[in-house]
Every structure is written in C-alpha cells, then in structure tokens.
C-alpha cells in the first residue's frame, strides 16, 4: 500500500518568516494530495489540494507544489502569521481507484514565534 | 461544518467492554470513513465504506467493527476494548463524481476515547 514520509515532525519560524513541509510518497498511481491543518484539539481541515495533472497550486499565503518523477510534494507557507500554529499533515490517494482512501503524512507542528 | 457529527465527543470505558461510536453526516456523501489519530502515529484509517452495505478495512482493522445499513451513519463498534484503542477517533466523508474526490475529505470534531 501507500507510505507517505512527512518532514520535519516539528518547525519553529519567526513571524513573517516562510514555513516548507515536505512529503514523500510511495505509490506512483497516487494522484490526489491534499494538505490538512489541525489546531490543538481541533478537526483536521483541508486547507490546500492538488492534483497529479498539475505542478503548483497556490491560495493567498500558501502553496504547494508537485513532482511526479521524484514522488515528493510540498506545502509552502509565506509571512506566517501566529494563527499559522498548528499541525500539518499531507496526505495521498489513487483518488478513483482504492476507493478514495488517504494515507496520511505524521504531521508537523508548526509554532509561529512573534 | 455541522454536516458531520459524531458522538459522544468523551467516552471512558473499561476494558474488555463493547463500545461503539457514532458518526452521522448530512450531506449524501457516498465515503465514509473511519481514522484513529494517536501521536507518534498521524492519523490512520481503520475502515471505510464506499455507499451503504459496503465496507471495507484500512490499515489497522483489528478489534474493531463497522456497519452502514444507511448512508447518513457509519458506526465503529469496539467488540471488546483494550488500553491500546485508547486514541481519538475521526470519522469523515468526502464527496465524490464518478468515484473521483472532489474537495477531500472533511472530518467529524472527533471522539476521545480513553480505555481504563
């Protein structure tokens, strides 16, 4: 089955400085990556998805990117903010085929310093 | 996202007792699923169901049971509770076109469960 490898487990950055959080998957028929932000004690909410078609996605401050032939994708955070604190998962599917499901990343928690 | 709901939020049972867990959802969604988020561990699935009457195991089955006689609830049994299924436990659903995700997952506020 799938393996996804997220790194770092933990970040530390200074507001306004830029967070990456990278993740290596295993299944080469993975098509579908979505990125997952969980405040402490909180739900995990989709913040971020792309998909194998494309290379880069972005949404105001955050960004991911893709590379297929590599098998790694990355969540890219710009002027992180204090309300950035949380963790962060990525995660993968086959999307249409194994029947939707995801096999996530262990996280990241992130802590933006003011 | 009051669409999904699951309860109870809290639960302390003992082990060896059967405990089960509801999630409802109001949307429709075909998926369903069920995840336990220990830390070290990230969240992993436990099972899933494609529609109702149809279910299948994730990565960590064992010890555990669903059914999904409706498509609004999928309900997690724990047949016989042990320490180590303490954890807090996520159902989701996500929405589907022609069996491709469309717009991920979006989960429940979560069970903790804590097995004494």
């Known amino acids: 089955g799938e393996n996804v490898e997220q790194h770092p487990s933990t970040l530390s950055v200074q507001e306004g400085d830029s967070a990456v959080i990278k993740c290596t998957y295993s299944?080469?028929?993975?098509?579908?990556f979505p990125w997952y932000k969980q405040e402490l004690g909180k739900r995990p909410q989709l913040i971020i998805d792309i998909r194998s078609n494309v290379g880069e996605k972005k949404d105001q401050r955050i960004a991911v990117t893709l590379n297929k032939t590599a098998k790694h994708f990355s969540l890219h955070i710009t002027e992180t903010q204090p309300e950035d604190s949380a963790v962060y998962f990525c995660a993968a599917s086959r999307s249409k085929a194994a029947g939707n499901k995801l096999t996530f990343g262990g996280g990241t928690r992130v802590l933006v310093k003011p | 996202d009051a669409g999904i709901t699951q309860s109870p939020r809290y639960k302390i049972t003992e082990t060896g007792r059967q405990v089960t867990l509801m999630c409802h959802q109001t949307w429709s969604h075909s998926y369903m699923f069920w995840y336990r988020q220990d830390l070290g561990h990230g969240l992993r699935l436990i099972y899933y169901?494609?529609?109702?009457?149809?279910?299948d195991k994730g990565e960590v089955p064992d010890g555990y049971v669903v059914s999904r006689s409706k498509t609004e609830n999928f309900p997690l049994t724990l047949e016989s509770a042990t320490r180590s299924q303490t954890s807090v436990y996520f159902c989701a659903s996500s929405e589907t076109s022609k069996d491709r995700v469309v717009g991920g997952y979006t989960f429940g506020s979560g069970t903790r469960l804590t097995v004494v």
């Open positions: 169901s494609a529609a109702a009457d149809i279910t």
């Open positions: 299944d080469s028929a993975s098509n579908y």
